[in-house]
Nanobody, 118 residues
Framework: QVQLVESGGGLVQAGGSLRLSCAAS????????MGWFRQAPGKEREFVAS???????YYADSVKGRFTISGDNAKKTVYLQMNSLKPEDTAVYYC????????????WGQGTQVTVSS
């Protein structure tokens, strides 16, 4: 019914940039918040950034100043501009959507691999 599809992952050298996209689809899809999470091998999944369609963004301290989240409501697409990438940013990045403010994320994408080489 609801599908989130990430794209834009790949291999990049340290200091480089990537832009991830997450497109939401579904006849009745709507959300209050969309976010990005990541999970590196052997590590727990962690929050990266989120954006509310009504306005406002939030970032994990580890990416603040380097990553920028944005969205296109008409396209139901959220983006994550990743600059000054570090090897420790290597992970599978997941897109998520929360339908209702203040509630857990309802939908998750399959993830896209981001690899940052030294």
């Amino acid at each position: 019914q609801v599908q989130l599809v990430e794209s834009g992952g790949g291999l990049v050298q340290a200091g480089g940039s990537l832009r991830l996209s997450c497109a939401a689809s579904g006849r009745t899809f709507s959300s209050d918040t969309m976010g990005w999470f990541r999970q590196a091998p052997g590590k727990e999944r962690e929050f990266v950034a989120s954006i509310r369609w009504s306005g406002g963004t939030y970032y994990a301290d580890s990416v603040k100043g380097r990553f920028t989240i944005s969205g296109d409501n008409a396209k139901k697409t959220v983006y994550l501009q990743m600059n000054s990438l570090k090897p420790e940013d290597t992970a599978v990045y997941y897109c998520a959507a929360a339908v209702t403010r203040g509630r857990p994320y309802d939908y998750w994408g399959q993830g896209t691999q981001v690899t940052v080489s030294s």
